[in-house]
């Protein structure tokens, strides 16, 4: 049994007075709820408040992206280590990051192999746009991105992985894949190539989430595929209403 899994991913959004704010609203009802893994990820300058409100709840808390590289002269940048003193996980290849900062499926394999030996969870992001969707490449795209994203990921570690799959087409657009689509591709795109990469257990062991304008309206849709282990939440999770969106993923 797959736990299921539930991250709320803020973006560039939120003050650290706001994300104080907005924590004290949902942890009561976010952290009531058993059977579910649930995870913040407030933007950098929030970490620190955030991981302090969110002792003891059982809520856990995440970055939205690191470096591969150990320390050094890499301005700008924040080290697995650094994530790891605050956070138990790390969102990775966000489509964002990939769009707007040039990130590669090589380096995406970087970062998730140094967040693994920091022992941290990396939420690996996979998904077509909406051209590549559009010419019949979602299948070649993402198997490609799950491929390459986790090749040299040692085989006992690769349990711990979280992957997203996020049609770019999705994100912050209003217009959810379907729970019967997302699915397939989950199926045919991500356990596939995962079983090729660790065998068959390991493939059926790694939480598979979907991500994509997901609501609480929407929600249970998802929740209900038998691939579809939860959900990456982008503008839903800035609202005090991302509970009604973790109470769905209850089972
Ligand atoms: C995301 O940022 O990962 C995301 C899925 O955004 P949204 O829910 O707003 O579509």
């Given at each position: 049994?797959?736990?299921?899994f539930v991250?709320?991913?803020w973006?560039?959004?939120k003050?650290v007075?706001?994300a104080r ?7 009561p009802g976010l ?12 933007p950098?300058?929030?970490?620190v ?6 002792a003891?709840?059982?809520?856990g808390l ?10 050094g ?8 280590a650094?994530v ?5 996980y790390?969102i990775l ?6 769009t707007?900062f040039?990130?590669?499926d090589?380096g995406?394999?970087r970062k998730t192999?140094a967040a693994?030996a920091?022992h941290l969870v990396?939420?690996v992001?996979?998904g077509?746009t909406?051209?590549?969707?559009a010419a019949?490449?979602?299948?070649q795209v993402v198997?490609?991105q ?9 085989g ?8 997203a799959?996020e049609?770019?087409?999705?994100i ?15 199926r045919e ?5 995962l ?6 257990s ?8 979907y991500g994509g304008?997901?609501?609480p309206a929407n ?11 939860g959900?990456?939440?982008g503008g839903?999770?800035l ?9 769905a993923?209850v089972?």
């Amino acid at each position: 049994m797959r736990k299921p899994f539930v991250a709320g991913n803020w973006k560039m959004n939120k003050t650290v007075a706001e994300a104080r704010q907005l924590v004290a609203e949902m942890a009561p009802g976010l952290g009531s709820f058993q059977g579910v893994e649930t995870v913040l990820c407030p933007p950098f300058p929030a970490l620190v408040a955030v991981s302090a409100m969110l002792a003891g709840t059982g809520i856990g808390l995440g970055a939205q992206n690191m470096y591969w590289e150990e320390s050094g002269a890499y301005t700008g940048e924040v080290s697995p280590a650094m994530v790891a003193e605050l956070c138990g996980y790390v969102i990775l290849g966000h489509s964002e990051r990939r769009t707007y900062f040039g990130e590669t499926d090589r380096g995406v394999n970087r970062k998730t192999v140094a967040a693994l030996a920091h022992h941290l969870v990396p939420i690996v992001c996979v998904g077509e746009t909406l051209a590549e969707n559009a010419a019949g490449e979602t299948a070649q795209v993402v198997t490609r991105q799950v491929r390459e994203g986790l090749q040299g990921v040692d085989g006992a570690e690769a349990s711990r992985l979280v992957i997203a799959y996020e049609p770019v087409w999705a994100i912050g657009t209003g217009k959810a894949a379907t729970g019967q689509g997302a699915n397939e591709v989950v199926r045919e795109c991500i356990r596939k190539p995962l079983a090729e990469l660790f065998g068959g257990s390991t493939a059926q062991a790694v939480r598979v989430l979907y991500g994509g304008s997901v609501t609480p309206a929407n929600a249970a849709e998802f929740f209900g595929q038998p691939e579809i282990d939860g959900a990456l939440v982008g503008g839903a999770s800035l609202k005090p209403d991302f509970v009604k969106i973790v109470q769905a993923a209850v089972k």
